[in-house]
């Protein structure tokens, strides 16, 4: 029998005697009873009735019956010179994209026509077989078979999905002469292809030679614009669109608030979102809102996000995700943990995004107890903690002061990627641990794992928080010759920072003025640190211009630049400087520390009375001050740049956000119980000396981070040494 198959079925699949009888072959029957008996006394179909119940057999679950059916044929010799039925039963395999069966029947066909052809190349061109349809293409060429409409738009498909661009044009010309160049679907294909090579400017040319366009014309222009990081163009394309009165789809709007997420263009964001309200009934479905949360928060504007969330009747995981990573970026990593609260009681289901986004909630605040409660769900729940899950445990523990942890999740990962091994990296810098830093630097190349800038620049950051200049300047000046990797302008101001810090001014600087990039507002901001640590206000007020030129939007740099010139009593230029501050509308960040007591985060502003413990607190900060003057503690208040009197400044300084967490941690926390702190400034010197001493005094072990590094304060000591 001509019908060999990779598959052995006999008539034993449907021996009548033991009542094998498909639903489907007898409904057929009571439909054309015209059928003839085999010899086993089984009813055979004839080739019409069974090309209609094959073509019928769109459902997964149908799939054996027609594997039945074909055992059938086969019992019945139906196939043999059987040009309909064999091409009705490679179809068949296509729709269910087994292409090695439908490949051997194919093979079968004698009289092959364009129909079997296109209906191979498409099956082999949707079922990731792009090289095969290819090939196929041109042996349908070959055979003497000239290509349609129906075969280019699956042969341009498979060519962009291989990136195949010099075969790609060349089916485009092949499509061309064959006169298909006004052919709305063979021209989107091309639209599609070209989008995919990462020709914009072809697909661009051919969109607007088009004579006719649908809405698939328009939706990839825009998906290719995306795709190719043009966000602009996406939204012109959208513009075009309008004038010619057509309306959008979901798929476009999902594309162009992309697009203005991609370009930061809040305005044309919100004006798609009036178009989704205006018509919420055809478009009031989940991925929309899901993707105006993202664009709301990525754009900070939280409390419209917030307002889209609270109108989702039935969240699911995306846009709970969606809202937890807004907060856990705009900087509200308090909110976002009160959201995945109530997440949990809500029963909605946490996936790694979710994790993920918590756990860097939780290193914002250094809220440990939650993020090991959080760890301690995932082993509960069975989640792998696979690379992107582990690296988010490291970098939890090392930003909330467990290092020991980090490194025992570090440890425990059975594969490590780059990613993995530059969080530990990075962990032990802000620990001010820089030679553990070099040592674990060092074992991944050992790995075989190269450097890239990433890694590279924690690892000078690493030596710059330890004081490891010889350490640092090795590392610096091989990075090029050793890994390949050329200085960027983050290198530059690790760099700077090592040397400013050690007190090496004069060598920070001429290193910027013969530097081969331009020096970033970062770099001089580095060097200006350094002048404030060594008090060095002429060099500053030589650098003040740069950072005027450089134009500076954070205003960190200014408010250095005005401590400065306070702490020389400069106090015409420290009013020039404020005043260049007001002009610009920039305000100095208000001090904010965090204190987490039995998984309870608390935050706490500079001055703040609006805790439920004030009373409390005030109380018991008088009585350490009472306590700690005592022992010899004096002010400092060189820390308090305001020209006031001294009592005042005392009194400013005892304000500040830290001293009101610990003096809440100490209230609400047994004898013995570790203090854990987050502050979203540098620490001054007069706190960092009172919470040396109230360590001693209480006996209690500090460990506060401040936006620079980790300080471990016990016994009336810091892990910095004093170099911070």
Same mark, same amino acid.
């Given at each position: #029998?001509?019908?060999a198959l990779?598959?052995?079925?006999?008539?034993?699949?449907?021996?009548p005697?033991?009542?094998h009888?498909?639903?489907?072959?007898? $409904?057929s029957?009571?439909?054309?009873p015209?059928?003839?008996?085999s010899p086993q006394n089984g009813?055979?179909l004839?080739?019409?009735?069974?090309g209609s119940i094959?073509q019928?057999?769109?459902?997964a679950k149908l799939? *054996?019956?027609?594997?039945?059916?074909?055992?059938?044929?086969?019992?019945? /010799?139906?196939?043999?010179?059987?040009?309909?039925?064999? *091409?009705?039963l490679?179809a068949?395999y296509?729709?269910? /994209?087994?292409?090695a069966?439908?490949?051997?029947i194919?093979?079968?066909?004698?009289?092959?026509?364009?129909?079997s052809? =296109?209906?191979m190349?498409r099956?082999?061109?949707?079922?990731a077989? @792009?090289?095969?349809?290819i090939a196929?293409?041109?042996e349908m060429?070959?055979s003497?078979?000239?290509?349609?409409?129906f075969?280019?738009?699956f042969v341009l498909k498979?060519c962009?999905d291989?990136?195949l661009t010099?075969?790609?044009?060349?089916?485009?010309g092949?499509?061309?002469?064959?006169g298909?160049?006004s052919d709305?679907?063979v021209?989107?294909?091309?639209?599609?292809?070209y989008?995919k090579?990462?020709?914009m400017?072809?697909?661009?040319?051919l969109?607007?030679?088009?004579?006719?366009?649908?809405?698939?014309?328009?939706?990839?222009?825009?998906?290719g614009y995306i795709?190719?990081n043009?966000?602009?163009?996406?939204? +012109?394309?959208?513009d075009?669109?309008?004038?010619?009165?057509?309306?959008v789809d979901?798929?476009?709007?999902?594309?162009?608030? @992309?697009?203005?997420?991609g370009a930061m263009?809040?305005k044309? /964001?919100?004006?798609?979102?009036?178009?989704?309200?205006?018509?919420?009934?055809?478009?009031?479905?989940?991925?929309l809102? =899901?993707?105006?949360?993202?664009?709301y928060?990525?754009?900070?504007?939280i409390?419209?996000?917030?307002r889209?969330?609270?109108e989702?009747?039935v969240?699911?995981?995306?846009?709970w995700n969606?809202?937890?990573?807004?907060?856990?970026?705009s900087? &509200?990593?308090?909110?976002s943990?009160?959201?995945f609260?109530? #997440?949990v009681?809500?029963?909605?289901?946490p996936?790694?995004?979710t994790?993920?986004s918590?756990? +860097?909630?939780?290193d914002?605040?250094?809220?440990?107890?939650?993020?090991?409660?959080?760890?301690?769900?995932?082993?509960?729940? !069975?989640?792998?903690?696979?690379?992107?899950v582990?690296t988010?445990?490291i970098d939890?523990?090392?930003?909330?002061?467990?290092?020991a942890?980090?490194?025992?999740?570090?440890?425990?990962?059975?594969?490590?990627n780059?990613?993995?091994?530059?969080?530990m990296?990075? +962990?032990?810098?802000v620990?001010?641990?820089?030679r553990?830093a070099?040592f674990?630097f060092?074992?991944?190349?050992? =790995?075989?794992i190269l450097?890239?800038? !990433?890694?590279?620049?924690?690892?000078? %950051?690493a030596c710059?928080?330890?004081g490891?200049?010889?350490?640092?300047?090795?590392?610096?000046?091989s990075?090029t010759?050793?890994y390949?990797?050329?200085?960027?302008p983050?290198?530059?101001?690790?760099f700077?920072?090592?040397?400013? $810090?050690a /007190?090496?001014? &004069?060598?920070?600087?001429?290193?910027?003025?013969s530097?081969?990039v331009?020096?970033t507002?970062?770099i001089?901001?580095?060097l200006l640190?350094?002048c404030?640590?060594?008090q060095n206000?002429?060099?500053a007020?030589?650098?003040e211009?740069?950072?005027v030129?450089m134009?500076?939007?954070?205003?960190?740099t200014y408010?250095?630049l %005005?401590?400065i010139?306070?702490?020389?009593?400069?106090w015409d230029d420290?009013?020039?400087?404020?005043?260049?501050? $007001?002009?610009k509308?920039l305000?100095?960040?208000?001090?904010c520390?965090f204190v987490?007591?039995?998984k309870?985060?608390?935050?706490?502003?500079v001055g703040?009375r609006?805790h439920?413990?004030?009373?409390?607190?005030y109380?018991?900060?008088?009585d350490l001050?009472?306590?700690l003057?005592e022992?010899?503690?004096?002010?400092? *208040?060189?820390?308090?740049?305001?020209?006031?009197?001294e009592?005042?400044?005392?009194k400013?300084?005892?304000d500040h %956000?830290?001293r009101?967490a610990i003096?809440?941690a100490?209230? =609400?926390? +047994?004898p013995?119980?570790i203090?854990?702190?987050t502050k979203?400034?540098?620490?001054?010197?007069d706190?960092? *000396?009172?919470?040396?001493?109230?360590?001693?005094l209480?006996?209690?072990e500090?460990? #506060?981070r401040d936006?620079?590094?980790?300080?471990?304060f016990?016994d009336?000591?810091?892990s910095c040494?004093?170099y911070w």
């Amino acid at each position: #029998m001509n019908g060999a198959l990779p598959f052995t079925l006999t008539h034993k699949l449907l021996k009548p005697h033991r009542g094998h009888s498909p639903t489907l072959l007898k $409904r057929s029957l009571h439909a054309n009873p015209t059928v003839t008996q085999s010899p086993q006394n089984g009813l055979i179909l004839t080739s019409l009735q069974c090309g209609s119940i094959l073509q019928s057999l769109t459902n997964a679950k149908l799939f *054996t019956k027609g594997q039945q059916l074909h055992a059938h044929i086969i019992i019945c /010799g139906t196939l043999q010179h059987n040009t309909y039925l064999n *091409t009705k039963l490679a179809a068949f395999y296509v729709s269910f /994209g087994h292409m090695a069966e439908a490949q051997l029947i194919f093979d079968l066909i004698e009289l092959k026509n364009s129909f079997s052809w =296109n209906l191979m190349i498409r099956g082999y061109a949707c079922s990731a077989c @792009s090289l095969k349809s290819i090939a196929l293409y041109r042996e349908m060429l070959s055979s003497g078979w000239r290509a349609d409409k129906f075969t280019y738009p699956f042969v341009l498909k498979a060519c962009g999905d291989l990136l195949l661009t010099e075969i790609g044009k060349m089916v485009h010309g092949e499509a061309l002469v064959c006169g298909l160049e006004s052919d709305i679907y063979v021209c989107n294909s091309l639209l599609a292809m070209y989008s995919k090579f990462g020709d914009m400017a072809m697909a661009r040319m051919l969109f607007d030679r088009m004579s006719d366009r649908d809405l698939t014309s328009w939706n990839t222009m825009i998906a290719g614009y995306i795709k190719n990081n043009s966000s602009k163009e996406a939204l +012109g394309v959208f513009d075009v669109m309008g004038k010619a009165g057509l309306n959008v789809d979901g798929i476009t709007l999902l594309g162009l608030l @992309s697009a203005c997420t991609g370009a930061m263009a809040l305005k044309p /964001g919100k004006a798609l979102h009036c178009y989704v309200v205006r018509h919420n009934a055809e478009f009031s479905n989940k991925f929309l809102r =899901n993707a105006l949360i993202q664009m709301y928060s990525k754009f900070s504007n939280i409390t419209y996000a917030r307002r889209l969330f609270d109108e989702v009747k039935v969240k699911d995981t995306v846009t709970w995700n969606s809202m937890l990573s807004g907060y856990e970026k705009s900087g &509200d990593a308090f909110e976002s943990l009160r959201l995945f609260c109530r #997440m949990v009681t809500e029963e909605a289901g946490p996936d790694e995004v979710t994790i993920v986004s918590v756990l +860097g909630a939780c290193d914002h605040c250094t809220a440990l107890q939650f993020g090991t409660s959080v760890h301690s769900c995932l082993v509960k729940k !069975g989640f792998s903690v696979n690379t992107i899950v582990g690296t988010s445990l490291i970098d939890m523990y090392a930003k909330c002061g467990s290092l020991a942890c980090s490194r025992r999740v570090f440890d425990d990962m059975p594969e490590k990627n780059l990613v993995a091994w530059s969080a530990m990296v990075a +962990g032990y810098g802000v620990h001010g641990r820089g030679r553990e830093a070099i040592f674990i630097f060092h074992a991944m190349i050992a =790995n075989n794992i190269l450097p890239d800038e !990433g890694i590279i620049t924690s690892v000078l %950051s690493a030596c710059s928080h330890a004081g490891l200049v010889y350490e640092g300047r090795q590392i610096f000046h091989s990075m090029t010759t050793e890994y390949n990797v050329k200085p960027t302008p983050a290198h530059y101001t690790c760099f700077v920072d090592l040397l400013g $810090r050690a /007190g090496h001014l &004069d060598e920070a600087y001429d290193l910027i003025k013969s530097m081969e990039v331009i020096p970033t507002s970062d770099i001089w901001a580095a060097l200006l640190f350094a002048c404030r640590l060594h008090q060095n206000a002429n060099l500053a007020k030589i650098l003040e211009q740069k950072v005027v030129e450089m134009n500076s939007e954070g205003a960190g740099t200014y408010v250095c630049l %005005s401590n400065i010139y306070a702490a020389e009593k400069w106090w015409d230029d420290v009013e020039r400087v404020r005043a260049l501050l $007001r002009r610009k509308g920039l305000k100095k960040p208000a001090g904010c520390s965090f204190v987490e007591v039995d998984k309870v985060v608390h935050r706490f502003l500079v001055g703040d009375r609006s805790h439920h413990q004030t009373e409390a607190i005030y109380a018991k900060l008088k009585d350490l001050n009472h306590q700690l003057k005592e022992v010899g503690y004096k002010p400092d *208040t060189s820390s308090v740049f305001y020209d006031v009197d001294e009592e005042v400044k005392e009194k400013m300084l005892w304000d500040h %956000s830290e001293r009101l967490a610990i003096a809440f941690a100490l209230i =609400n926390t +047994g004898p013995g119980t570790i203090i854990r702190i987050t502050k979203n400034l540098r620490i001054c010197v007069d706190c960092h *000396t009172v919470t040396k001493l109230i360590s001693k005094l209480m006996c209690r072990e500090i460990i #506060m981070r401040d936006i620079h590094r980790f300080h471990l304060f016990k016994d009336g000591f810091c892990s910095c040494g004093d170099y911070w």
